[in-house]
């Protein structure tokens, strides 16, 4: 199943929120995009909020942009 996240990075909390409307989930996280910190702390949250290993999460596109899709 494919996913779509609009990231946010460098909050000041981490959060994960679902848009029914835009169907695309609202991403905040604490960690600077910086060597792919960003991306595995998305990863890390989408896995706790999905119920499925982090290493079921695949990041297919958006590896540098602010919109990204995951698949799992």
Do not use: C
């Not at 060597?35 to 990863?43: F, P, V």
């Amino acid at each position: 199943m494919i996913i779509t996240v609009q990231v946010k990075t460098g909050a000041r909390a981490e959060s994960l929120v679902y848009d029914k409307v835009a169907n695309v989930y609202l991403v905040a996280v604490k960690a600077r995009p910086i060597e792919g910190d960003a991306n595995k702390a998305i990863i890390k949250l989408l896995s706790n909020h999905l119920n499925v290993p982090k290493t079921q999460i695949t990041l297919k596109s958006g590896v540098r942009s602010s919109l990204k899709r995951f698949e799992y």
